[in-house]
């Protein structure tokens, strides 16, 4: 007689939360008078051992007779409460913690019936603000990153932008970066740079600090990510002279790591207002009509800020950057030295490829998530 965790995130491993984050229960305790599971969820930020005391949601299922009476709930929604999405112009350390963009998450699942009760802990995991395409999800549909080397797609597309470029490094896989340009090498061990590796596993590692951008002559930069056996390559170049200011775009992609994409083509920015107007009743006293208090009024004022970026000519490889941009939950632009919150306006979009299309290029318009009027309408 006891209470199963039938599935469940993987113990230690990197969950994505945007997609469903499963957990199913049975029990031989069924039968039961009144029975019902509960699941008690634990989320905190940390180290892993600094698990609260008290739950900070507790849910309940009856047993679903469709499913052998078991029961399934989704952590997904509950998860995703607890992020926060890092100011980027924040980011001053070398090594900077994932603190806010990912968190712990253990559960505490119970049977409890009219005079008893049962429970079995499950396995604690690290949860970020990724998501998984239907194809890619492992059974349990809990997709984690046990063999993933890499936390960013594409990165032979990666230019350097402004004093700093951190690229996310997952710390049970590397303990050190190396960054070259073919004459000059620099290597830095991080594994010191984390208070331990069950506190924080995602960490952000500035690669123009290491390498020390003055000593640097190449425009191709290699950074290797080493450690436990496993080399990730990432290739940046050097921004060239473009005709057209260049848009840093940051977005949260697949593994829940912010990246960049640049958009170095021409770009437009529109300012889209609107608003009601009611025209007021001309009432005659028998004397005089104003007619200057007697015009329309206008109510309802609302104003956006539209952005048409364009990229330039790019490999097709790009393109698995490109879907995750369309499916990501948060996207920011850099304007006018300020990073701005946007949503892109059109997500339909034909990908392209060098043999269909010979040029592979994409224009996106992303709408700003603030009103441009701060003002309130009587």
């Not at 350390?93 to 009760?117: H, I, L, P, Y």
Request: glycine share 6%; net charge negative; aromatic share 12%.
């Amino acid at each position: 007689m006891a209470l199963t965790i039938n599935k469940q995130p993987d113990a230690g491993d990197l969950t994505l939360a945007n997609s469903p984050v499963l957990i199913q229960v049975s029990s031989t305790n069924i039968t039961q008078t009144d029975f019902t599971y509960e699941v008690e969820v634990y989320i905190w930020t940390g180290a892993s051992s600094a698990q609260p005391s008290d739950a900070n949601y507790t849910l309940r299922k009856l047993p679903n007779s469709s499913m052998n009476n078991r029961a399934v709930f989704d952590l997904s929604k509950l998860i995703n409460d607890e992020f926060e999405l890092p100011q980027l112009n924040d980011w001053t350390n070398r090594v900077k913690n994932s603190v806010g963009t990912a968190v712990w998450v253990k559960t505490v699942c119970k049977g409890v019936w009219d005079g008893g009760s049962e429970s079995t802990t499950g396995n604690g995991f690290y949860a970020v603000q990724g998501y998984s395409y239907s194809y890619n999800q492992e059974i349990n549909h809990n997709y984690d990153h046990a063999d993933t080397v890499g936390l960013i797609d594409s990165p032979e597309n990666m230019e350097f932008f402004g004093s700093s470029m951190y690229i996310p490094v997952y710390r049970p896989h590397h303990t050190s970066v190396r960054v070259t340009d073919g004459t000059t090498t620099y290597t830095e061990d991080i594994s010191g740079k984390v208070v331990s590796e069950s506190e924080q596993r995602l960490v952000h590692v500035d690669i123009i600090d290491i390498m020390n951008d003055e000593s640097i002559t190449g425009d191709d930069i290699t950074v290797t990510l080493g450690g436990s056996g496993n080399n990730k390559v990432y290739k940046f170049k050097r921004g060239c002279a473009n005709r057209y200011e260049a848009y840093p775009v940051a977005f949260v992609n697949k593994f829940g790591c912010l990246q960049y994409l640049f958009f170095q083509g021409r770009a437009t920015k529109s300012i889209q207002l609107e608003s009601q107007a009611f025209k007021r009743p001309m009432f005659y006293d028998g004397f005089n009509i104003d007619v200057s208090k007697t015009n329309g009024s206008s109510y309802g004022h609302k104003g956006k800020v539209v952005y048409q970026l364009n990229t330039q000519i790019l490999g097709e490889e790009i393109n698995s950057s490109i879907e995750q941009l369309l499916a990501s939950p948060k996207i920011q632009i850099y304007h006018d030295s300020i990073w701005r919150s946007v949503n892109i306006v059109e997500k339909n979009i034909t990908l392209k490829t060098s043999l269909n299309d010979r040029i592979v290029q994409y224009t996106f318009q992303f709408e700003e998530t603030a009103d441009y009027l701060n003002m309130a309408n009587a």
